[in-house]
C-alpha cells in the first residue's frame, strides 16, 4: 500500500529531515540522509554509517509522494509509503563494487522504531515502485570522466 492522500494530505516537505537507509537483499551500511528542501529542489545529504563526510545530491519532486534522483546513467525515483518510509528501487547500486552485481533496492525510515519495518515495508510495496530507468546523459559518460560515479557517496 503507497501512501495515500486519504491517510493525510501529503506535502513534498514530508521528506525533509533524518533518514536511514536499509539496503535489501545485501548486508551494507546503512545510508545516512538528511534532506533540506530549497524550494526548487531537495537537497540531499549522503553518507555511509560510520563515515564522517557527507556528499551533496539533488532531488527534483515529482508530486507531493515521489522525487527523483538524475544520476549519470540512472534516473532513481523515490516513493513515499507512509510518513515515516520511502523506497528506491535499484539505489545501492554496483558502483562502489567495481561495477559488478546486481543493484538492489533501499528502504530509507525516520530513525528510530520506523527502522524495525523496512523490509516489511519494501516486501508489501516493491512491485508498484518505479524502476531506475535510463538518464538523459550520453552512454558511457562514466568512462569518459575518469572514474566519476553514478552517483557520489
Known sequence: MLYSSAMQSPDPKVFVGRWVGQTMGRVAPAHVWEVFDRGHFLEIRTRWEGQGAAHALR?????????????????FTATLVDPHHFVIPGW?????????????DVTF???????????????????NLTRPRPSPN????????????????
Open 59 to 75: 532531488g527534483r519532486a515529482l508530486d507531493a509522494e515521489r522525487f527523483e534522483i538524475v544520476g549519470l546513467e540512472a534516473i
Open 109 to 127: 525510515s525516520r530513525p528510530g522504531l520506523a527502522e524495525l519495518m523496512a523490509r516489511q515495508i519494501w516486501e508489501q510495496t516493491r512491485p
Open 92 to 104: 545501492d547500486t554496483n558502483d562502489t563494487r567495481g561495477f559488478q552485481g546486481p543493484d538492489y
Open 138 to 153: 550520453p552512454p558511457g559518460l562514466r568512462l569518459l570522466t575518469g572514474g566519476l560515479r553514478r552517483k557520489r557517496r
